[in-house]
């Protein structure tokens, strides 16, 4: 009860004029932050930093917080429509998205994917009200070998993203693991596949792969076909839609998926360092392994959007409590809403519950707001928004190049970066083109780093004992999980072939 | 319009667009400095220590500059992505950057792809002594019980590198018989997290930076590497009071392109030595537990660097 009545203080902290309009223009900028793929949300809390010293303390956690939540969102829009994620978080969101979006049911995949930023943003809001200080333990039991094992979780999801070859999708994603190599090693500073290349020396990015393999690639694509729509293609995204929800009946059919997906985002977001990115990635991953509808994945089942969304909007809730609780920021946006803190002379920690109670529950009044908020913009934009898609698609394509370049170089300000996206742009289109999956591509280069940093400070850290990986309890756990959805379809694959091949045998005898 | 030769068109509109872009800019260039905004290089990401610093100096000397100073936040490779675009633009003093200690320590042995000559600084800003953190409720009390025990069994310790200072006072105590384990972790809040978890018995940081553990009595510090005593502990033991003297500070400094106009690099020095001597100021250094007289003004910045790069040099540990 206690609880109650401090959240009610903090939503009549929440609910005066003037922090009624911060919390909308946060909730605007964030979401335009996220729809251009260099400015990433992180950046956009950045440069809204400065604005908010001269605010008090309240407004100025209100805006951040606001920003953070939204600018999970704003990335869907631009991957369910053009596949160009504003987010890394928002890659798995074109799998599906954007294969409903060339069926025409664009509408209908961006009210999934508001449904499920909704449900995932207000469970975890009201996980991390109720239990902020129990589950902020969670965020230091993990270690980096935990981690490594998290990101293997997602890396191992690539058997459902192989489409029609296996083979095809290993190779692939080897090869985004061998892209994320390039640069200067992380944990000894060795160069590896430099070639005394200055602007090699920092690594490619995995920004520009991603839009460059996503973005330019599907428009060179579709510019090869001439830009002819296909029957029912994504040239027209309003028209036959009258609705863009689904029913609740379709909606309490996902039950599982939604709970799933919103408690891996809750877990993985608590986990400093690691955040809505892999929470997406990983609770894609379990809907590919453990969902009921997981054979059509990544052809535009909604369930692959409510994974992806819903996690990703819940980590958000995560994130926030090992900040509040303890102090620790888990992502690079709760580290600027820390910074907010301090500046204002309030540091996060087991005291700060005690001593500016009213203040915490202001921040979480604000994301229950800025959740429901953040949906009711979404759904005046989605209409305007396919609208879009009726405009001659060389046309919107041109746009989507235009904004493809901008983000890669509001990104770094390197203008090297531009010819580093284009390539990747022609190596989409090829992929495409001789039937190679790009998303395996997209997920080794994101994930590869991860996992890379985290084996090796493991092995450090345990003088080259690799036994660890499997002793320790959760990273044991979560690697068998992962082995195991492996090694299923690479049996089945192979069973099947050998079934097959004695058929065969067995027929001219 | 003419259609079949586009080229011709963009061309002469691209002549008349940079003329007309030119020309009033080379004039004022002559009259006044600096003529535009100067682009302020962070070559590390935003809302770390460079960038708070840099946001911070930006808004004190704009007004005086007459010019804003817009934040380039350009990380990687240990600050040096961001050193290579300063290098890169004209030495006209349009262009500045924060060099930290850090990205010293990559000169050091004269392997980086740029010198020290090659930078002119116009003056260090902040300066915080790095230390051994361990969580609150931590069995040991003071260093020698830590020192101690490192000598019998291996102690982890989170830094944030390898090559880097942090590895370097850690290399001392090993020398001495210690098993200090460095671990590296390169994100802030993973080497926050390894501590307070449990997963390594030691931070190095510095004061300032983990302020917020300190006063909510999460962690506690339990040697400085410093000459003097970190300001608000002066009871906590300094390393040379343990035999090891070495004693690299975090530092920060804002550097031009050598080559540069004197009269610009004095116009900018002098920007900053009153920034530096702003109450403001210094109640940032405050804030972040830093040397009260850790500014040091452009004339003596110089010979700062090449000491700490020389200290960097002697210490750097085999690999």
């Known amino acids: 009860m206690e609880i109650l009545s401090l959240l009610a203080t903090g939503f009549a902290q929440l609910f005066t004029p003037v922090n009624l309009m911060v919390l909308a223009a946060g909730l605007v900028l964030g979401m335009l932050v996220a729809v251009l793929p260099g400015l990433t949300l992180v950046m956009g809390v950045v440069l809204a930093l400065p604005f908010t010293y001269k605010m008090g303390v309240a407004p100025a956690l209100i805006l951040l917080t606001a920003m953070y939540v939204s600018g999970t969102y704003g990335g869907a829009i631009t991957a369910i429509l053009f596949r160009i994620p504003g987010e890394p978080m928002d890659v798995p969101l074109i799998w599906d998205g954007y294969e409903m979006a060339k069926r025409g049911e664009a509408a209908l995949a961006l009210g999934w994917s508001l449904v499920a930023a909704l449900v995932g943003g207000l469970v975890s809001a009201v996980v991390m009200v109720l239990l902020a200080k129990p589950v902020a333990g969670i965020a230091l039991a993990f270690s980096t070998p935990e981690f490594f094992a998290i990101v293997f979780f997602g890396l191992a999801s690539v058997v459902t993203l192989s489409g029609s070859s296996l083979a095809n999708a290993l190779i692939s994603l080897c090869l985004g693991l061998l892209i994320a190599t390039v640069g200067v090693d992380e944990v000894y500073g060795a160069d590896r596949f430099t070639f005394g290349q200055p602007f090699l020396q920092d690594g490619i990015e995995f920004l520009l792969v991603m839009v460059g393999a996503y973005g330019i690639g599907e428009v060179l694509t579709r510019m090869?076909?001439?830009?002819?729509?296909?029957?029912?293609?994504?040239?027209?995204?309003?028209?036959r839609f009258r609705t863009a929800f689904p029913s609740l009946a379709q909606i309490f059919a996902l039950k599982a998926t939604f709970a799933r997906s919103t408690a891996t985002g809750i877990v993985v977001g608590v986990v400093p360092g690691a955040g809505a990115t892999v929470s997406a990635f990983v609770a894609y991953g379990l809907e590919s392994q453990y969902g009921k509808n997981r054979a059509a994945l990544g052809s535009g089942a909604p369930e692959g959007i409510v994974a992806a969304k819903s996690a990703a909007t819940a980590s958000v809730g995560g994130a926030l409590v090992p900040l509040l609780a303890m102090g620790i920021p888990g992502?690079?946006?709760?580290?600027?809403?820390?910074?907010?803190?301090?500046?204002?002379?309030?540091?996060?920690?087991?005291?700060?519950?005690?001593?500016?109670?009213?203040?915490?529950?202001?921040?979480?009044?604000?994301?229950?707001?800025?959740?429901?908020?953040?949906?009711?913009?979404?759904?005046?934009?989605?209409?305007?928004?396919?609208?879009?898609?009726?405009?001659?698609?060389?046309?919107?394509?041109?746009?989507?190049?235009?904004?493809?370049?901008?983000?890669?170089?509001?990104?770094?300000?390197?203008?090297?970066?531009?010819?580093?996206?284009?390539?990747?742009?022609?190596?989409?289109?090829?992929?495409?083109?001789?039937?190679?999956?790009?998303?395996?591509?997209?997920?080794?280069?994101?994930?590869?780093?991860?996992?890379?940093?985290?084996?090796?400070?493991?092995?450090?850290?345990?003088?080259?004992?690799?036994?660890?990986?499997?002793?320790?309890?959760?990273?044991?756990?979560?690697?068998?999980?992962?082995?195991?959805?492996?090694?299923?379809?690479?049996?089945?694959?192979?069973?099947?072939?050998?079934?097959?091949?004695?058929?065969?045998?067995?027929?001219?005898? | 319009m003419d259609d079949r030769n586009p080229n011709a068109l963009r061309r002469s509109l691209l002549i008349a667009g940079s003329t007309l872009a030119l020309a009033p800019r080379l004039a004022l260039a002559q009259a006044k400095y600096p003529s535009r905004p100067v682009d302020f290089v962070v070559p590390w990401g935003p809302g770390g220590g460079a960038d708070q610093l840099a946001r911070r100096l930006g808004s004190l000397i704009e007004k005086d500059l007459g010019t804003s100073l817009p934040i380039l936040n350009i990380a990687g490779a240990t600050g040096n992505t961001g050193m290579t675009k300063l290098l890169s633009a004209p030495p006209d003093g349009h262009t500045m950057a924060v060099f930290i200690a850090d990205t010293l320590g990559t000169l050091a042995g004269g392997k980086g792809r740029y010198k020290l000559a090659d930078l002119a600084p116009l003056g260090i800003m902040i300066r915080q002594p790095s230390g051994f953190f361990v969580k609150a409720d931590a069995k040991w009390k003071t260093f020698d019980e830590l020192l101690a025990d490192a000598k019998k069994g291996e102690i982890k310790v989170g830094i944030t590198g390898f090559g880097g200072p942090d590895e370097m006072h850690v290399v001392k105590f090993n020398e001495q018989g210690a098993k200090f384990r460095p671990v590296p972790f390169a994100k802030p809040g993973e080497r926050y997290a390894s501590v307070l978890g449990g997963h390594a018995d030691v931070v190095i940081e510095q004061a300032g930076d983990v302020r917020s553990f300190l006063d909510s009595?999460?962690?506690?510090?339990?040697?400085?590497?410093?000459?003097?005593?970190?300001?608000?502990?002066?009871?906590?033991?300094?390393?040379?009071?343990?035999?090891?003297?070495?004693?690299?500070?975090?530092?920060?400094?804002?550097?031009?392109?050598?080559?540069?106009?004197?009269?610009?690099?004095?116009?900018?020095?002098?920007?900053m030595d009153k920034a530096a001597q702003s109450a403001e100021f210094k109640k940032y250094l405050a804030d972040e537990l830093a040397f009260a007289d850790s500014y040091i003004p452009a004339a003596k910045a110089g010979p700062f660097l090449a000491e700490q790069l020389a200290l960097i040099d002697a210490n750097m540990p085999k690999s």
């Open chain 1, 331 to 509: 992502s690079g946006a709760t580290a600027i809403i820390l910074a907010a803190f301090l500046l204002h002379g309030i540091q996060p920690g087991p005291q700060v519950f005690v001593a500016n109670a009213e203040l915490v529950y202001t921040v979480f009044a604000t994301v229950f707001a800025a959740v429901i908020g953040m949906c009711i913009l979404g759904y005046f934009a989605i209409r305007p928004l396919c609208k879009v898609l009726d405009a001659p698609e060389a046309i919107v394509s041109a746009f989507v190049v235009v904004f493809c370049f901008v983000g890669a170089f509001a990104a770094r300000n390197n203008l090297s970066d531009l010819n580093v996206i284009a390539a990747f742009g022609v190596l989409g289109f090829l992929f495409e083109r001789y039937g190679f999956p790009i998303a395996p591509l997209v997920l080794g280069t994101i994930l590869g780093p991860l996992a890379e940093t985290n084996f090796m400070t493991t092995m450090v850290s345990f003088d080259n004992d690799w036994t660890v990986f499997f002793t320790r309890p959760i990273s044991g756990g979560i690697l068998a999980f992962a082995a195991a959805g492996l090694a299923w379809p690479l049996a089945k694959a192979v069973w099947k072939r050998v079934h097959d091949s004695r058929r065969a045998h067995a027929r001219p005898g």
């Open chain 2, 217 to 271: 009595k999460q962690m506690r510090p339990i040697v400085f590497f410093a000459d003097q005593p970190q300001v608000g502990y002066e009871s906590i033991a300094l390393a040379k009071q343990h035999g090891v003297t070495l004693a690299i500070s975090q530092f920060r400094a804002i550097v031009m392109r050598a080559g540069t106009d004197p009269k610009h690099v004095a116009t900018m020095a002098a920007a």
């Open chain 1, 224 to 239: 090869s076909t001439g830009f002819a729509a296909p029957e029912g293609g994504a040239g027209q995204g309003t028209g």
